[in-house]
């Protein structure tokens, strides 16, 4: 992996800056387009709005930072929220209103890689295609199915896979069992580590939980069987309440006779409180940065903002993408802004087009794509839970 653009490339803070501005009318002035609309797919309730609600507030920030300098050449972008609830069926039906409309230009999302894979290819045979910047897409197949409307500003399963196995490796580890929880994103994940562990030759002992799942006495009990010092769970969240709780039932306790190391999702600070302190001393990594945890100004200035529009207390209720889902908005607002209007329209070709071309500046650095959508130098955070909060330890690459 190339070295991670947060720490080569200084932050340029205005999600309103574009290389361009368009086509341009009599006298220079850019043109104004009619009409502008880009949608927010995530799973924005149940479940997994650990992970989504907190994008999405991203989301309506950057547009509403966007509108604010002047949209699209005065043209104020209208935000639609499309709560796919983490499934792709119910995410075809809010795309298919959306490929219909040519003004609706992009999307920002979906953020589970199981709903990209569903459904990018009807996105594509859109005509004109239907781009998307996904902020937290991890599996492979995502960008190398040949889609050209998939990018993302994440890395990659099979840098996170190993770079988590590495992690766990110069901690010493010698056996690690290793879990998923059912999903294209866990299943992806949980293989990409077991992979590099078993190719150096950690043992390895592996077994699938389901999402919602809330008793785990018989996943614990072949834990404790199987002399493992490290839990690996390549999981969303939710589920490692439960886990965690069972671990400490059975006498597991994590930093002593066992280690734990979870993904995105599982560096949420409430799982601290949820288990009375049992998941004190666990990893999890990320595969994008907290804001909060950086210390370039546009960094740090997003933070003020967003804890100024949604309370003090914000941080701790925004989950793990709530900068890179800002990131991703402001990839694909700038796209559009760079894009030409022609007879008061915007095409969606033209914004696809800017997006494998362009570079674009963002609260994190440069952003630039490959050929394949995925953005150049991505990093993989490694957070440790301390007292009540979970704090980047680490920061590591596959």
């Given at each position: 992996m190339a070295q991670p653009r947060i720490l080569v490339l200084a932050a340029i803070a205005s999600v309103g800056m574009a290389a361009c501005g368009g086509s341009s009318s009599a006298g220079g002035t850019p043109a104004k387009p009619d009409k502008v609309q880009i949608a927010a797919e995530g799973p924005f309730t149940g479940p997994q709005a650990v992970i989504g609600a907190g994008a999405l507030q991203a989301i309506q920030l950057a547009v509403k930072d966007f509108n604010k300098a002047g949209g699209v050449n005065g043209t104020p972008v209208t935000l639609l929220i499309w709560d796919d609830q983490h499934t792709a069926q119910v995410a075809q039906n809010f795309q298919a209103v959306g490929i219909s409309d040519p003004t609706v230009l992009g999307i920002v999302g979906p953020m589970n890689s199981g709903v990209v894979l569903g459904t990018a290819p009807g996105l594509q045979q859109?005509?004109?295609?239907?781009?998307?910047?996904?902020?937290?897409?991890?599996?492979?197949?995502?960008?190398?199915?040949g889609w050209s409307v998939v990018h993302r500003v994440n890395a990659r399963d099979d840098a996170q896979g190993p770079a988590d196995a590495k992690f766990m490796m110069d901690q010493g580890a010698k056996k690690v069992f290793v879990m998923d929880a059912k999903s294209d994103y866990s299943i992806g994940l949980a293989d990409q580590t077991e992979k590099y562990l078993k190719d150096h030759n950690v043992s390895t002992q592996r077994e699938s939980a389901q999402q919602g799942q809330k008793d785990f006495s018989t996943i614990v009990t072949k834990i404790k069987a199987s002399g493992a010092e490290w839990v690996y769970f390549a999981d969303e969240g939710p589920e490692a309440v439960f886990l965690v709780n069972e671990m400490k039932h059975q006498s597991l306790t994590i930093g002593n006779n066992i280690q734990f190391l979870g993904t995105d999702g599982e560096e949420d600070a409430s799982i601290i409180a949820n288990t009375q302190g049992a998941y004190a001393g666990a990893y999890a990594t990320n595969i994008a940065a907290d804001p909060a945890g950086l210390t370039s100004s546009a960094a740090q200035n997003y933070v003020t903002e967003f804890k100024t529009e949604y309370g003090p207390d914000s941080l701790s209720k925004a989950g793990p993408f709530y900068g890179s889902a800002y990131e991703a908005a402001q990839v694909l607002l700038q796209a559009i802004k760079n894009s030409p209007v022609k007879n008061g329209k915007i095409s969606r070709a033209d914004v696809l087009s800017n997006l494998g071309t362009a570079t674009f500046n963002t609260i994190f650095g440069s952003v630039k794509f490959d050929s394949k959508g995925d953005v150049q130098g991505g990093g993989i955070y490694v957070y440790q839970a301390k007292g009540t909060q979970m704090v980047v330890v680490k920061q590591v690459s596959g």
């Open positions: 859109a005509s004109p295609p239907l781009p998307l910047v996904s902020e937290s897409a991890s599996a492979v197949k995502v960008s190398e199915s």
